[in-house]
């Protein structure tokens, strides 16, 4: 008898962590992400795993998303010694998105402990140390996609390319439990169809439990062409009232995506009079990366780029002005109009965006433009559903600036597309949604009983699934 328990990103979206246990894979966790919004110190101190951590006998990690993997120096921080595995290009990707994090983490509790100081009260502990992302990078042992590997003796795994973003995968478990086989698959985060830089989610079509993600398990996107007028419309409009244009932009994925149509964009002539502004040092360093696995990637959709010497970096946008020192990051506040800034995080929880909402936010003639899904209690969530004043580094500064958001660029399968990926499965299996909003995954469920018969279950935090 094997059982799941879903900790994380049960009817919710970030936080996703989930645990296999059974007497031949010992205790697995099939992700460690991060719970995002509100203050990453308070969350940290306060937010307990519902396992003993020095139990754990392995991690499977989907991708490099923080939602996903962020927990990871605090599980080795109180005790975990065993494997983790993820696909090649996820651990190069942890190596910079777990040490962005924690760095941002340690910042924030240090001015926390000065505040504390100043009042008297008693300082907090740390929950991780820098020296934790090293220990987790110790852990990771890195497999190729489609090669299955025992990860026990009894128990294989695989990753198949997930096409969220670079390296996010599927993770398809096979049990042996005496005499019977079992099969456990991890949807992970599923990427959209025909995107530019990823290939399409790999189908599979046998298993006794699927774990589906359902983000937009409620709509589907703007189509990519839709969304690409709107943001042509969107910088004339900004042109014309001699504004400026912020984007808040996740550092793996979209950040890469953007920047490739804005290639294109200035290209056709549209960016003729605009400055492009990468303000994120880790999103740099990730777009290197990207380059380095270019050709890996869905080259049919990118052929500017995997010919000749041409790279995201390159000569494809050769407006682009990358601002990795802060001098360089605040030289960008003198500019007038023009600009396209594109900083983390791309939900504004943290990072340089925020300096830049303290600049331009209370102006109406600037835009600010989402790209990406907002979760609850994120400062861009609030943006988006149409907040009137917001506080920043402790003032408040009123919205007048253009909120403005482009579905299309999600890297996310929309409902169409989850439903089109489960129903691939041939032996009706158990199916569990998760990482997705209530409302999102009431949807995606109904949606698949009355088109398609299949029954689905909403798993609540701390429930288990025996198969």
């Not at 003198?334 to 396209?340: D, H």
């Not at 995080?345 to 331009?360: D, L, N, P």
């Not at 009123?398 to 482009?406: M, N, R, S």
Request: hydrophobic share 40%; aromatic share 8%; with cysteine.
């Amino acid at each position: 008898m094997a059982t799941i328990k879903f900790i994380g990103a049960a009817q919710e979206v970030t936080g996703s962590c989930h645990l296999l246990e059974s007497s031949v894979t010992g205790k697995v966790l099939l992700d460690c992400g991060m719970h995002q919004g509100g203050d990453a110190v308070e969350r940290l101190q306060h937010e307990s795993f519902l396992f003993d951590p020095r139990q754990i006998d392995t991690v499977i990690l989907s991708h490099a998303h923080i939602d996903h993997s962020g927990l990871l120096p605090k599980l080795v921080h109180e005790g975990f010694k065993g494997k983790i595995y993820c696909t090649e290009a996820t651990a190069e990707l942890l190596d910079i998105m777990l040490n962005d994090s924690t760095n941002l983490y340690l910042r924030d509790l240090e001015k926390e402990n000065l505040r504390r100081a100043r009042r008297g009260k008693k300082t907090l502990k740390p929950q991780i140390v820098s020296s934790d992302v090293g220990k987790v990078l110790k852990l990771c042992k890195p497999q190729p996609y489609n090669k299955p590997f025992a990860f026990s003796d009894n128990a294989t795994v695989a990753f198949h390319d997930a096409g969220h973003i670079l390296g996010s995968a599927i993770i398809e478990i096979k049990l042996q439990e005496k005499q019977q086989q079992k099969t456990l698959v991890f949807s992970g985060d599923l990427g959209k169809k025909n995107t530019v830089l990823m290939n399409d989610p790999m189908t599979l079509t046998q298993a006794d439990v699927v774990l589906m993600e359902g983000t937009y398990g409620n709509r589907d996107h703007r189509s990519l062409d839709n969304t690409i007028d709107q943001l042509r419309d969107i910088l004339q409009e900004a042109w014309d009232d001699g504004g400026n244009v912020l984007i808040p932009a996740f550092a793996v994925g979209r950040t890469q995506e953007l920047l490739f149509y804005l290639g294109c964009l200035n290209h056709e002539g549209v960016l003729d009079n605009w400055h492009v502004y990468l303000d994120s040092p880790m999103a740099i360093q990730v777009t290197r990366i990207y380059d380095r696995w270019l050709r890996t990637l869905d080259c049919e959709g990118i052929k500017p780029l995997c010919s000749g010497d041409q790279t995201l970096l390159g000569k494809f946008l050769p407006k682009l002005h990358l601002t990795v020192k802060p001098e360089e990051s605040m030289a960008i506040n003198n500019i007038k109009n023009g600009a396209i800034i594109i900083a983390g995080s791309g939900m504004c929880t943290g990072g340089r965006i925020r300096h830049h909402f303290k600049q331009r936010i209370w102006n109406k003639l600037n835009r600010i433009i989402f790209v990406g899904f907002q979760a609850y209690g994120t400062l861009g969530r609030i943006l988006v559903d149409g907040v009137k004043h917001i506080r920043l580094f402790g003032d408040e500064y009123v919205v007048k600036a253009h909120i403005e958001t482009l579905g299309g660029f999600s890297a996310h399968a929309g409902q169409t597309e989850l439903i089109e990926w489960i129903s691939q499965f041939k032996n009706n299996p158990r199916i569990m949604l998760v990482h997705g909003e209530p409302e999102a995954l009431d949807a995606l469920s109904q949606k698949l009983w009355d088109e398609k018969g299949i029954q689905t279950d909403i798993p609540q935090r701390g429930q288990s699934l025996a198969f």
